[in-house]
């Protein structure tokens, strides 16, 4: 399996302010991806992140308010923008890894509350 | 469009019961992938199984088993004999080829002693 970390694991910031979230994997991976899952609720798919090019958000997600990077095939960072309480969520960075197809595995999520 | 449909809010069971979590899924694809994940109260995301839509056999792991059924769109997971170390959230997601994975709402399981 693939090992993920993400740093900070949590945080807690004030409104209009902006936070980076970085996720380093252990191995070299096309594809990753960032997550959003709000309290109580399941995960939501922010964007996918490859390497090489620019990242593909999903419908409600926009580049100016999560700018991402992908510098390389082991690292990515997810930047929340101009932070909000609604942006309190765990943001999880996730990679598609394994000899078998569609082996997903997940960061430990960073906690980011917004007050 | 992909969907996942996990029907069961929350489950409250005793230790030692047998539990299913339901999972229902849409897709227009044949060939797809179905997993399981635990996230305990810690937060993380545990990988528990991963099935192709070619592979219809159920799969059993220790105290967990798998019941994937295409002709129902269902791929149910059951612990036998709970623990209270069984207690987390469970989601269910599906994942067509050359796509991202989509999640259920998640079942919590709150297993009592």
């Known amino acids: 399996s693939a090992v993920i970390s993400q740093k900070p694991s949590r945080d807690i910031c004030q409104r209009g302010t902006s936070l980076t979230i970085q996720c380093q994997v252990d191995?070299?991976?096309?594809?990753m991806f960032w997550y959003r899952q709000q309290p109580g609720q399941s995960l939501t798919l922010i964007a996918t992140?490859?390497?090489?090019?620019?990242?593909?958000?999903e419908s409600g997600f926009v580049i100016d308010k999560f700018p991402i990077s992908r510098p390389n095939l082991t690292f990515s960072t997810l930047t929340v923008s101009n932070m909000s309480p609604e942006d309190s969520s765990i943001y999880l960075c996730?990679?598609?890894?394994?000899?078998?197809?569609?082996?997903?595995?997940f960061g430990p999520g960073t906690r980011l509350t917004v007050l | 469009a992909q969907k996942v449909t996990q029907a069961q809010t929350e489950i409250s069971v005793v230790e030692k019961e047998d539990v299913t979590l339901d999972c229902v899924y849409e897709?227009?694809?044949?060939?797809?992938?179905l997993f399981w994940y635990k996230q305990p109260p810690s937060g993380e995301l545990v990988f528990l199984i991963r099935?192709?839509?070619?592979?219809?056999q159920n799969e059993i792991s220790g105290r967990y088993s798998w019941n994937f059924q295409k002709s129902t769109s269902s791929f149910n997971f059951t612990i036998t004999a709970s623990q209270v170390v069984d207690s987390a959230v469970y989601f269910c997601?599906?994942?067509?080829?050359?796509?991202?994975?989509?999640f259920g709402a998640g079942t919590r399981l709150t297993v009592k002693p």
């Open positions: 996730s990679v598609e890894y394994g000899t078998s197809y569609n082996e997903q595995f």
């Open positions: 191995s070299q991976v096309t594809m």
């Open positions: 992140a490859n390497q090489g090019s620019e990242a593909t958000y």
């Open positions: 897709t227009r694809d044949t060939t797809y992938y």
């Open positions: 099935r192709n839509s070619f592979d219809e």
């Open positions: 997601a599906l994942s067509e080829a050359q796509s991202d994975m989509r």
